[in-house]
């Protein structure tokens, strides 16, 4: 069965960081690639970070480049979301997804986690 369970949310301050995990079973990272998604308080879901399976390419979203960092553990079979700078507008809960490349286009993933919350305040 494939399962993604994210983890790693929790209340933060402005400039704080936070990693979260998207640790995946049933299936391997080598052929699926994995979106990072966000989805803010009245606002829709939207892709901050993916990683392609087939070579390892990165993408970001504007809001959050140069701040965030997506990576990935063979080993683990988790994919890390190392989130630095956080701003009160980054709060949300965040979701991984798990796809074929072109889903990273498309936003049409096969699989998603449960969800992550995400809380920057002072």
């Known amino acids: 069965q494939l399962q993604l369970v994210e983890s790693g949310g929790d209340l933060v301050q402005p400039g704080g960081s936070l990693r979260l995990s998207c640790t995946v079973s049933?299936?391997?990272?080598?052929?699926?690639?994995i979106g990072w998604f966000r989805q803010a308080p009245g606002k829709e879901r939207e892709q901050i970070a993916c990683i392609e399976s087939s070579d390892g390419s990165r993408h970001y979203a504007d809001s959050v480049r140069g701040r965030f960092t997506i990576s990935r553990d063979y080993a683990k079979n988790t994919v890390y979301l190392q989130m630095n700078s956080l701003k009160r507008e980054d709060t949300g809960v965040y979701y991984c997804a798990a796809g074929r490349d072109e889903a990273i286009a498309t936003y049409d993933y096969d699989y998603w986690g449960q969800g992550t919350q995400v809380t920057v305040s002072s």
């Open positions: 049933g299936f391997s990272l080598d052929y699926y690639a």
